[in-house]
């Protein structure tokens, strides 16, 4: 069955639904899904899937780690926005988690995903069998954890807070990148793939274009964040700058940004057709990421 | 080999600074270390060794795993002592995590630990096998999530917010003391004996008894919360009652909780009686929980 960016996006906005019924407390399976169910464009759930079908797999049987992955996306959603992080009040257009919840629910909604993730991943194990789930959830731990998204923003924290004495600006911003973004859009493509029997080989070349759409992807949110206003993108644009944050336009400016973007997504395409990895869903994200 | 409490302790406190080497980036290792090294009881990850042993088991196999509920009680306790939930500045006679590494930290910490704690049981699980470690996995993630310790995290914020409205008091301290105690106390027991290959009608026995424990045990807090010093408990004191909290003690006065404390773990040791289990360590931990 051949799947469009928009069957993906339904089909992954379906299962999340269907994944989190609400239960007693109910006031935490709420707050877990506010953020979960915030309208957003699905990026690493539809990679997740659209690498499985890419390799041959049954995209159905990486749904339920598509939708973990999406669901740890937005436990870093609901803690990077507290007060004590990047104190935003608004996310997707809509209140953030904090704002809606109290703060105590907002901590705790977020630690409930961080468990409830992977859960949801070993609880649909059957179809994967005992060896494959055991390589995924090696790989989301690694992904989730504290040398994946957690450094990423440890550093980045760390970083806004000593922009002045960071003492090699671009390669700290390479390492936030890398991790901050670009850790779960691996994740996303490896446990697709590995879902679908594919090669080390293969692997490998999904790892390597993951790394360079992830690095694109922030280079292009902190070019929005400059340039963007709250109605186009649903928060607060300019915080960064305002902030003195170490970002891709504040290091190399606007204009290099802009064409550092598109290079990186020039790469992103040699990936695909250099070892002939065929996915007009791959596609279409790669242009949606690219700004004129 | 005959292992008593202290042995346990020692190997507990051993293998918990083993597990967790300082990496980069080394602030957010440093503070997930702080809380899960500072001196404690060791209680979980105690019961869970001592539980495997009890039922024949080898008791180092399920070392990984009784580190890892240590982790994940650990990470409870930072989030638990942020500002915006019990706002505590001292925890076992030392500065909360966000009081030495500041509140963005200490959440990360938490949401490090919260990852690293399976990850520990999923890496270790060779000796397991895929059946097992998936078992333990199952039971690690229904106690650590929304069903679990969070969901006697939440009833009991908002118990604290709103004392005066709630219908039914007894069953919502008792809903709060199983989850928010009991919930480990039984992780511990009962992965401690699926390692061990415990029967069916082991597993019941082991589960009375952690139920009974985990309440005795909060009984014992909430006493002690309104009788003792800061020198005594190195934390501060006095504040359930001072915040109006739904306490044992608020609920049935001082002199019945101490009369029902001792009354549960008399029911504590008959569980054990009964059924033959046959444990010093457990006996004296029951005794170390009486107050006279």
Redesign the interface.
Known sequence: MKMQMNDYIKLVDEKLDEFMPI???D???KA?KYTVTLQGKRLRPVMCLETCRMFGGNFEDAIPTACAIEMLHA?TLI?DD?P??DNDDYRRGKLTNHKVF????A??A???L???A??LI??N?KKLG??K??NI??EY??A????GV??G???D??SERATSKIPDPEKTLEYIHTHKTADLFKLALRSGAIIADATEKELEEITEFGQCMGVAFQIADDILDETSTFDEMGKTMGKDKDAGKLTYTSLYGLEKSKKDLNEKLDKCLDILHKNNLKSEVFEQILEKIRIK
Chains 1, 2 share one sequence.
């Open positions: 239960q007693y407390p006031d935490i399976f877990m436990q803690h507290l004590c992080m109290g703060e105590a629910n901590v705790l977020g630690d409930a961080l468990t409830f992977p859960q070993v609880k194990s005992a060896e789930l055991i959830l090696e731990f690694h989730a954890g504290a040398f957690i450094a923003q440890v550093i924290i760390e």
